[in-house]
């Protein structure tokens, strides 16, 4: 999903944007998004929580921003391409310790910014490891 985090950040209040997106954010912070599609019918979208978890893609470290139960957006120094399929694992701290969530995805957006990828990935599958 294509949304401006942005600003969602700067204005908690509903907004709409040109792409017919709308975004809300709830009184906790997380963010809530639903996508209108072609027929008008409405689709949730799992919520994202900002983040900033330790991400691994082909052996190069990064940094995620957000995550949701359906999807990841992190900044790497890793080139990829819109739907390419990756492997990638996020370390996660748990109170028994640290754990790793290994994934597939697939790749929806990519965003350059201050000389790092911003990568967009909807999760195809997932697993935890121990770390």
């Known amino acids: 999903m294509d949304y401006c985090y942005s600003c969602v950040m700067k204005n908690p209040s509903p907004l709409t944007t040109k792409d017919s997106k709308t975004h809300t954010m709830t009184s906790s ?3 809530l998004a639903s996508e209108s599609l072609s027929d008008g019918e ?11 978890f330790p991400v691994q893609v082909n052996g190069v470290e990064g940094k ?5 139960a359906s999807g990841i957006y992190f900044e790497i120094d890793e ?4 739907g ?12 028994g310790g640290p754990i790793n969530l290994v994934c597939e995805g697939e ?6 910014r201050d000389g790092k990828l911003g990568i967009a ?3 195809l599958s997932q697993s935890l490891k121990s770390a």
């Open 42 to 52: 409405k689709r949730r979208v799992d919520t994202r929580i900002a983040s900033q």
């Open 84 to 95: 390419s399929k990756i492997q990638f694992s996020v370390q996660l701290d748990t109170p």
């Open 64 to 68: 995620s921003r957000d995550i949701s």
């Open 107 to 112: 790749v929806v957006r990519l965003e350059k």
């Open 29 to 31: 912070g997380r963010q």
């Open 79 to 82: 080139n990829n391409n819109v």
């Open 121 to 123: 990935a909807k999760i």
